[in-house]
């Protein structure tokens, strides 16, 4: 709720659902206890910040007209659809109706349904796309249900779960190293019509952020991130306007890649850094083995 106002369908849903389970009146109170602790927390910030309890700052504009879009553009478009940026949520379709099957129907409805509340009260706000972000980042809250009940699916689907979340780090890779906003300030600076990124697939983050990767890299490796701190501290030296002056733009995202800062050499980060992505690549290979037996 403190994180986003639309939390506020969450406490609802989930006393809903405990008081169909028949939970005690007491147990089922707790989630609304916990939404109405929230509302009224984010109000007295709003009365403090904006001198109304319900302005929360950003343009209130929501109209059904905007639906359509909105739908089409968080779901499947190429700029911002959750399908394209996390394919493997395709599955959850089919996790629902097996858990469906298997007599957990209000589970599985409750978990559906917070995703559905969070998608319909995003797609009637004209700023549905949430602006200059990777992926539909207004569905974010909404996932970690839909995951869940994928991990529920049948052991014929674990290498098609495999497969698709290789894809969807595949997909999202170019933002291991690079600030995605890279691929936006260059389609500003070109004139590029904000739609044309969300509904062009020549022209979608997906596609074109791995040259804006590149060209960051490329930019990095020429620039000495020391020089990048001291020309920081000078106070003539506010926000750039242009990519080409970009502090940030001009190194890589990896916490190593800061080291010579401190007089380390970055060959110490990437070795740390691989270690620890082969400890991970062993847990998630003995996770899957232990899934599969």
Known sequence: MLAKPTGIIIGPILSL?????????????????????GVILYGFYNWIRFGHLLDFGAPRIFKL???????????????MGLLWYSPVII????????????????????VVGIFLSYLMIYSIWNMWSGGWSWGPRFLLPSLPGLVALIALLDHKWKK?????TLLGFVINAPTLVSFYERYYSEAYEKEIPFKKLL????????????????????????????????????PENGPSPTIATSQAFRIVALWWWMLPIVGISRW???????CLI????????KGYKSILV
């Open 17 to 37: 659902y405990l008081f169909v389970k028949r939970r005690s009146v007491h147990t089922a109170f707790f989630p609304l206890l916990g939404t109405t602790g």
């Open 65 to 79: 007209e905007f639906i359509p879009s909105g739908l089409l553009g968080l779901l499947v478009s190429p700029g």
């Open 91 to 110: 599955l959850s379709i089919i996790a629902f109706f097996e858990v469906v099957k298997s007599k957990r129907i209000l589970e599985a409805v409750t």
């Open 160 to 164: 098609i779960i495999l497969i698709l």
């Open 199 to 234: 509904w062009s697939p020549s022209y979608s983050p997906i596609y074109r952020m791995w040259g804006a990767a590149y060209r960051q890299i490329k930019d990095a490796s020429e620039t000495d991130v020391r020089d990048l701190v001291r020309e920081a501290s000078l």
């Open 268 to 274: 110490v980060g990437v070795v740390c850094m691989f």
């Open 278 to 285: 082969g400890f991970g690549v062993c847990l998630l290979l």
